[in-house]
């Protein structure tokens, strides 16, 4: 795909593809558009909230040249970082940014070295008009569909107060947005400068979090569209950024409310971790156990176990804990056939039978039989008779 | 364009100079820029005389002063420029005539609406 930069500005067709009403634009990062109900909305203005190394960048490079694989005009606008190093970066992760027009208005390092200081005017009143100017300029040449402007904390030190730059920051996202641009940009909120009120610009927000049990990214506001609530986890990896989001925690409560559900089962565990792809299993499911018994509905836990007999174990995956009563299910060998035996381990606030019965699966449905008292060894899967001499 | 009033600018910093000349000149005004003393005495003996002075103190000794009385003896109206409040730099600028002095970073717009007021009609 070669394709020069003069060639995509000079092609217009695709302009209108992009409008259609319920047209939503791809963010390129594998699970996020699952958690902004199939992905961003066009011409409007996302914010991207994150401390640094969170993947604000990365989002924002998958963001673009997803654009630039279906030919949508692109524009990576950088207050800070390079254009030299962006590419670098970007093609370490294996981005290509064929396509890709950078406008890169950070100080150079002549800035520097020949001490082009100033105190006569404040940076406001010097540096805002041709920084306007270069990105006025990019844009109606340009005309981008995708707009990347990375960060949106420079603006603020070039605003002679808190109300000049709301108000410049909101015209500036207008502008794009009356373009044609879906804009994402970047803000880096630390207690110095908080940057709340771009939250309030914003017509979405998804902030991005290096949390010690991992990294989180979670979508706190989406006009015109809902969106998966929540921490969903996040990846950084060789090939940028990938989101595994809370899609069956989510359903479920869904389900539970709207459908007014008494009795949720889950079968089984084994399934619902390799719908978690890995995380934390564990707290996911007290979640949801905590969840479920708040509003009064009883939770099914199946657990298959690995052996089919062998030494016994509750659960696996450290999961016994979580629930309020275990019942289990167990294959034993008796008399060279294999039988099944069901049992009570576990039940909080009350007595049960201690001993095993039998069970058969018939076409009537389960039977339970008599306990199976005169043997031992049934939790080991091979009972013998009590009283019977080895042969 | 109105006929074009010359303003006689002093910086020792020349990026100060630099956007000082500029911004004046984009409203209109004929800059006469000035990087040091003997640039100014230059500026001074030129034709048309000098309208306004802009003196920004920083960078110069207190030879800077005896412009200041070269400047009030011919009646040209000027302003000084200080890079921070000081009682005593204001108490002496206006001793020798000038007109006000403006903290640094200046307000491009009050500026500009100063250098107005104070050309002459």
Same mark, same amino acid.
């Given at each position: 795909m070669a394709r020069s930069k003069s060639a995509e500005t000079s092609d217009p067709t695709h302009t209108d593809a992009a409008d259609g009403a319920n047209h939503r634009l791809s963010t390129g990062v594998t699970g996020l558009d699952e958690v902004l109900d199939g992905g961003l909305l066009p011409r409007s203005a996302y914010l991207l909230r994150g401390g640094p190394g969170c993947g604000k960048t990365t989002l924002g490079l998958h963001f673009l040249t997803t654009g630039t694989r279906s030919k949508e005009r692109v524009l990576y606008i950088s207050l800070s970082e390079p254009e030299g190093q962006l590419r670098r970066n970007a093609n370490g992760l294996g981005f290509n940014l064929e396509g890709v027009t950078f406008l890169d208005l950070g100080p150079t390092s002549e800035y520097f070295s020949k001490s082009e !200081?100033? *105190? @006569?005017? !404040?940076p406001s009143e010097v540096e805002q008009e041709p920084l306007t100017r270069q990105i006025v300029q990019a844009v109606e040449r340009l005309k981008p569909q995708r707009v990347f402007l990375d960060s949106t904390t420079q603006f603020r030190y070039l605003s002679t107060d808190t109300f000049q730059y709301r108000k410049q920051v909101t015209s500036f996202l207008r502008f794009l947005v009356n373009h044609g641009a879906t804009v994402l940009f970047t803000s880096e909120g630390t207690q110095e400068t908080p940057d709340d009120d771009l939250k309030f610009m914003a017509d979405g927000v998804i902030e991005l979090a290096y949390a010690p049990e991992g990294r989180t990214l979670s979508v706190i506001k989406f006009r015109g569209s809902s969106f998966l609530p929540g921490d969903h986890s996040m990846r950084l990896g060789a090939d940028g950024m990938a989101v595994y989001p809370k899609i069956f925690s989510t359903k479920i409560r869904r389900d539970v409310e709207e459908q007014h559900r008494r009795i949720v089962m889950i079968d089984s565990i084994a399934g619902y971790a390799l719908s978690m792809r890995g995380r934390d299993l564990t707290t996911n499911l007290h979640a949801l156990g905590m969840y479920l018994k708040s509003v009064g509905v009883t939770l099914l836990l199946i657990n298959e176990t690995?052996? @089919?007999?062998?030494e016994f174990r509750a659960? *696996?995956?450290?999961? !016994?804990?979580? !629930? *309020?009563n275990i019942v289990f299910l167990r294959y034993l060998e008796l008399d060279g056939q294999m039988r099944k035996a069901i049992g009570v381990l576990k039940k909080r606030a009350g007595d049960f039978e201690k001993t095993l019965r039998e069970i058969e699966i018939t076409r009537y449905g389960l039977k339970v039989g008599k306990p199976l008292t005169g043997l031992r060894g049934i939790l080991g899967g091979t009972p013998e008779i009590i009283g019977a001499k080895p042969a | 364009m109105p006929d074009a009033r010359r303003i006689l600018a002093l910086d020792h910093n020349k990026r100060n100079l630099a956007l000082l000349a500029e911004f004046l000149a984009k409203a209109g005004h004929t800059v006469t820029a000035a990087n040091s003393l003997p640039e100014m005495d230059a500026a001074l003996q030129g034709d048309p005389p000098v309208d306004l002075a802009l003196i %920004?103190?920083?960078?110069? %000794?207190?030879?800077v002063w005896e412009r200041c009385d070269r400047l009030r003896q011919r009646h040209i109206p000027f302003l000084v420029i200080s890079p921070q409040h000081r009682v005593d730099l204001e108490r002496a600028s206006l001793s020798r005539g000038a007109k006000g002095m403006l903290v640094k970073p200046l307000s491009a717009k009050s500026l500009l609406g100063l250098v107005q007021s104070l050309l002459p009609a």
């Open positions: !200081s100033y *105190d @006569i005017f !404040s690995e052996n @089919i007999t062998g659960t *696996d995956g450290n999961v !016994s804990y979580l !629930s *309020d | %920004d103190l920083a960078g110069f %000794d207190s030879r």
